[in-house]
């Protein structure tokens, strides 16, 4: 069976991060008011999959079309059952790239384990090369851990790294209205620090988010971002970027708010997205989401990688765009990106 299926997998919810953007919510908001709505993440969220679950249906990766797992969150590594889930990934022949918020990479057992599993990318998040800017904007919910803290992880993984090939380290910068000068800042910080890969990605907020005024991106912020994507690609400072496409991608998606045709997605084609609870969507999509039918709905519990992929069509026609499809990208541009290849 050929695999061409990557999995963008939320494994867990709870992160011990607070950032008030992230795609899961914010504490404070779902203490008052859990979100009951399908689909919708929260790091309180009680229904996370217990670790057989998510073994078992690991175990039926070995001649599946998954070819890749990228496991985010929440916070993945903070997880106690996160190394041996990724362990059983690798022997099943699957490419692992973690996103983690860094933290856990101060942890020796951790990068030593990273390192000895062959895990093949790490994409380390971090919204500003100033450390103060970077705090206020993924603060810590202890307040103790944050932009230091997050070199340090980055710094111990590269040097248990050593000469060795793997893992592939990244730094992923969610990019805010305020801040177009973050995209080569964050470049420039990157390539001090010897990472491998660099993926700078707009930050998606739905319209009624309490942030969206302050940090969506409006039509007279274009201009000033075309030009740092210009200016990020005539000189790259030896990283690999998402390819030179991405660039217009970025710039078309925080051009509109409106949805749009997507002609050819990969999403529930060569891309799934599963939730932290095991529910199977196409992509993350909220759009998306709210428009798969109830007998299209799919969960990893008690089923089998080999079946639950196996009846998919070529790509999807799509009329559910939306700013968070530009960050689907980068995931199918990974293999090019691990491999260092130049950004044409
Ligand atoms: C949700 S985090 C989970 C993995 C891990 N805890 C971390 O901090 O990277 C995955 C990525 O999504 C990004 N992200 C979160 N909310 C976002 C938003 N509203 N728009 C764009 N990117 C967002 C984060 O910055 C991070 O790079």
Not at 68 to 96: H, N
Not at 274 to 285: A, F, K, L, T
């Amino acid at each position: 069976m050929s695999r061409d299926v990557t999995l963008l997998w939320g494994l867990r919810s709870p992160c011990a991060f607070a950032c008030p953007h992230c795609y899961f919510g914010t504490i404070d908001e779902h203490k008052a008011a859990p979100p009951n709505q399908i689909g919708v993440l929260s790091h309180l969220s009680r229904t996370d999959l217990p670790a057989q679950a998510i073994e078992d249906f690991v175990r039926t990766l070995p001649d599946s079309p998954v070819e890749r797992v990228v496991i985010a969150g929440g916070e993945p590594l903070d997880w106690p059952g996160a190394l041996e889930v990724i362990a059983l990934i690798k022997q099943a022949g699957c490419q692992v790239v973690i996103a983690t918020n860094g933290i856990p990479l101060t942890r020796p057992h951790v990068v030593e384990r990273l390192v000895g599993l062959g895990v093949d990318g790490v994409s380390v998040s971090l919204d500003s090369a100033d450390a103060s800017t970077n705090d206020r904007l993924r603060p810590s919910r202890s307040g103790r851990f944050g932009y230091d803290q997050v070199l340090e992880g980055i710094e111990a993984l590269l040097r248990a790294r050593g000469t060795g090939p793997v893992p592939r380290v990244g730094i992923y910068t969610v990019v805010m209205r305020p801040r177009p000068q973050e995209i080569t800042g964050m470049a420039r910080l990157a390539a001090d620090l010897g990472v491998d890969y660099y993926v700078p990605q707009p930050i998606s907020l739905a319209p009624g988010h309490a942030l969206f005024e302050e940090l969506a991106h409006r039509p007279e912020d274009v201009a000033a971002v075309a030009d740092e994507l210009d200016r990020l690609y005539a000189e790259p400072a030896g990283l690999a970027l998402p390819d030179t496409s991405y660039a217009r991608r970025f710039v078309e998606a925080i051009s509109t708010h409106d949805s749009g045709h997507v002609p050819g997605c990969f999403g529930g084609a060569r891309l799934f997205f599963i939730q932290p609870d095991g529910s199977v969507w196409d992509c993350p999509s909220d759009r998306r989401i709210a428009a798969t039918p109830p007998e299209a709905r799919r969960t990893i519990r008690g089923a089998d990688a080999r079946t639950l992929f196996a009846d998919r069509p070529a790509c999807t026609d799509c009329d559910l765009f939306s700013r968070d499809c530009v960050n689907m990208w980068p995931l199918m541009d990974l293999p090019r990106m691990l491999n260092g290849e130049a950004t044409q």
